[in-house]
């Protein structure tokens, strides 16, 4: 009985010690505004990874005298380097895939679209607050990049 209790208490303090590194791994679920707060992003679970995608923008449609699409149609995805993607909306567009939670409020092994360059890059987040998120997008080192300030959506 004695060793029964032992066994069940050593089990509690494990878990009771896992339980913060199980807690933080979602932390970074939810909507975020991007750092120029022009745009509006959902980072969500995809399987086992995170995903973001933006569901709402400051400016969704082309104004009048726009060079780059109809005004008040739908901004589409016009730098993507895949000529079929450019008539994607940037809507519900899915940019940010494969980041995984490893530790310490930080994910890394993204990949992550920039619909203003049409480039794919590398990323790792930091979870800085409760409402503050650094997202870096890098090209091979994490050293060659730029980080973004991203703040909690209310």
């Known amino acids: ?83 079929a993607r450019k008539k994607t909306p940037l809507m519900d567009m899915q940019m940010l895939q494969g980041l995984q939670f490893s530790g310490d409020k930080q994910w890394k092994n993204g990949k992550i679209y920039d619909p203003d360059s049409g480039k794919t890059y590398s990323s790792k987040a930091t979870l800085v607050s409760t409402t503050e998120l650094d997202l870096r997008g890098f090209i091979g080192f994490s050293m060659l990049g730029r980080t973004e300030k991203w703040t909690r959506a209310k």
Not at 27 to 49: H, P, V
Not at 71 to 80: S, V
């Open 1 to 83: 009985m004695i060793r029964m209790k032992s066994a069940l208490l050593l089990l509690i303090v494990a878990l009771a010690g896992a339980a913060p590194a199980w807690a933080g791994s979602d932390d970074i679920l939810g909507m975020w505004l991007n750092q120029k707060q022009d745009a509006k992003i959902d980072i969500f679970k995809c399987g086992n990874d995170y995903c973001r995608k933006i569901v709402w923008l400051k400016e969704p449609v082309y104004p009048a005298g726009s060079a780059l699409g109809t005004p008040g149609t739908p901004k589409l995805d016009h730098y993507n380097p895949d000529v």
